[in-house]
Every structure is written in C-alpha cells, then in structure tokens.
C-alpha cells in the first residue's frame, strides 16, 4: 500500500491548508487513517486520526478547535483542513493507514498503530 500527501506549503500565521492524503492498490474505505507530523530535530507527533466510518475522529491537543480531520471514501481520499496556522505548525506532515486495528480508538495516536504511510508534505509557517 502506497500512501500520498500532498497540499502542503509556504503560508503566514492565521493562514489555513489543507492537506490531502491518498492510498493506492486497495479500497480507500479499508483503512482508518492518521495525521503525524515532524519538525526538525523533535519526535514524530500525533495530530489527528479518523477511524473507518468516519464516526470518531481524534485529535492532539494542539489540533482541537484549529484542525479538521475527513475522509471522502468515493473520492479515496482523506484531507486535514488546518486553520489559524502557527509557527510552531511548521513540520513535515505525514499521513499514515491501518487497515485492520481492534483497538483503534487506543493506538490511534501512536505511529505503532498504524501499518502503512509515505512521503510526507512539508508545511511552512512564516510568524
């Protein structure tokens, strides 16, 4: 399974993105999905993660209330809508793909819960 991020770039703080994620060579509506993302010299982190119907949706702490986190199965595509952008937001964003988890709702925000991802998209925040 190939993961795909795009929609990444250069914006100013209180601008908004939105980051696109797309699998090939299986049904979209197989997995459930997460958004990790890492800035330079700090650990990987947890932003946003949605389960496979779409009902439960997670986010980090500093995502809530900012960062909308979506999936469009026809499309096979998942998006995270960022708003209010923040210097602090500049990382490369990844998004990553599990297609089978008992325990979803527990490791959804653990890079270790997921099977699948693929190249990142770097985002920029100029203060």
């Known amino acids: 399974v190939q993961l795909q991020a795009s929609g990444g770039g250069l914006v100013q703080a209180g601008d908004s993105l939105r980051l696109s994620c797309s699998i090939s060579?299986?049904?979209?509506?197989?997995?459930?999905l997460g958004w990790f993302r890492q800035a330079p010299g700090k650990e990987r982190e947890f932003v946003a993660a949605?389960?496979?119907?779409?009902?439960?949706?997670y986010y980090g702490d500093f995502a809530k209330g900012r960062f909308t986190i979506s999936r469009e199965d026809a499309a096979g595509t998942a998006y995270l809508q960022m708003n209010s952008l923040e210097f602090e937001d500049t990382a490369v964003y990844y998004c990553?793909?599990?297609?089978?988890?008992?325990?979803?709702?527990?490791?959804?925000?653990?890079?270790?819960?997921?099977?699948?991802w693929g190249r990142g998209t770097q985002v920029t925040v100029s203060s």
């Open positions: 949605i389960d496979w119907s779409g009902t439960n949706k």
């Open positions: 060579e299986r049904p979209f509506s197989y997995f459930a």
């Open positions: 990553e793909a599990v297609e089978y988890s008992a325990s979803f709702s527990a490791t959804h925000s653990s890079p270790r819960g997921y099977g699948s």
